[in-house]
């Protein structure tokens, strides 16, 4: 299976947007799948018919790059969208040595959004990476998979899949226990510093309380 190791998932780029003047809000991609704009984010992929389960959907494509070059353009779009908000990677790991960058105009597989039950997944076939559907998938089904971000940084990539069992943010299914430790300690420590701030609230009330009637 693959995994992808972006950053950010951002709208498309001006240069890449379908929703510019003239260009049409419904894309037809192939015989399967459409472009159109996502309830989850931006823009998202479509399903055209119904899609029944291991059917063969996209080839994700792109550039094929060596680890250095890809660890650089990761954090040189990273930098990017921690000022603007803009940056996207779109790469995929291929083997040890190799990853996929699809971020190019070709490349509509860029577009599956991510989701915490998604309905495909990404499989590497010999160095190919191509997206299958994991279950049926009805006509104007979004097709989603999960990115398998690793847990490092998951404040970075809250999630707005919408699925009953949503994290809350993009992490690899794997890690989810991990993530679930994580998020309650966060959640007991933050109701121990709430209860904290509402006792000192409580006592500067009381100490005014009384100070006033001393005057009287």
């Given at each position: 299976m693959g995994v992808m190791s972006s950053v950010k998932h951002p709208h498309p780029s001006r240069q890449d947007s379908h929703a510019s003047s003239g260009q049409p809000e419904i894309l037809e991609i192939n015989r399967l799948l459409e472009l159109r704009r996502s309830s989850i984010h931006g823009w998202g992929v479509f399903a055209r018919c119904d899609i029944s389960e291991g059917a063969r959907l996209i080839e994700y494509v792109g550039e094929k790059i060596d680890k250095e070059e890809s660890n650089r353009r990761g954090l040189a779009q990273y930098e990017k969208a921690k000022e603007t908000g803009e940056g996207a990677v779109y790469i995929f790991d291929l083997d040890e040595e190799w990853d996929l960058?699809?971020?190019?105009?070709e490349n509509y597989a860029k577009y599956i959004n991510h989701s915490c039950a998604p309905n495909s997944e990404a499989v590497n076939e010999d160095n190919r990476l191509w997206i299958f559907a994991l279950k049926d998938i009805p006509a104007n089904g979004e097709i989603t998979f999960d990115y398998g971000y690793d847990i490092e940084h998951y404040l970075d990539h809250p999630c707005r899949c919408g699925a009953?069992?949503?994290m809350g943010?993009?992490?690899s299914r794997v890690q989810w226990p991990k993530l679930r430790r994580i998020l309650a300690r966060t959640r007991a420590a933050q109701k121990r510093a709430a209860g904290k701030s509402t006792k000192k609230a409580?006592?500067?009330?009381?100490?005014?309380t009384t100070k006033k009637r001393k005057t009287r």
């Open positions: 960058d699809g971020d190019v105009p009953p069992e949503c943010y993009i992490v409580a006592k500067k009330t009381k100490k005014a």
